[in-house]
């Protein structure tokens, strides 16, 4: 008995170059196969709602144009899901770099450290605070334009 993952239509060739493929080829790969099957479904229910309940050719494109509007809605609120992870993720990046820049700042001032390096110190602290206040300002603008389309 063969194990292993079975995909209907792909040769055992073509899946060892699906497993080989990077993972924003094998994305594409699964967005266009999925694609496909969902195809040949939707066109499996029209073959029934013809055949089983007299459905013609308007009736089929309605149901056909109600998917395809509820598919996009789908995947726009996909994308803005993303959009907003994104700019969350961003957010917590630009905290963190501030973090980073701050204790290496802090780590340069000791008992017996000239002015110079601590005037240098607050200098880059100050001017790393105002880039931060500036981006995050930015973030959450955009973070507010997506909370008013809810």
Request: net charge positive; with cysteine.
């Amino acid at each position: 008995m063969e194990q292993g993952i079975r995909i209907p239509g792909v040769s055992r060739q073509e899946l060892k170059r699906i497993k080989a493929m990077s993972l924003p080829a094998f994305r594409l790969w699964l967005l266009e196969y999925s694609s496909q099957i969902y195809n040949l479904g939707i066109g499996d229910c029209r073959d029934a709602l013809r055949a089983e309940f007299g459905f013609g050719d308007v009736r089929l494109k309605r149901m056909t144009d109600h998917i395809e509007k509820a598919m996009k809605a789908f995947f726009r609120e996909a994308d803005n899901m993303n959009e907003i992870k994104e700019r969350l993720q961003a957010i917590s990046k630009h905290a963190k770099a501030l973090e980073i820049k701050a204790d290496y700042l802090a780590a340069k001032l000791h008992p017996g450290a000239s002015e110079e390096t601590v005037h240098d110190a607050l200098l880059k602290g100050i001017g790393g605070v105002s880039l931060t206040r500036e981006t995050l300002k930015a973030d959450e603008d955009g973070l507010k334009k997506e909370l008013m389309k809810l």
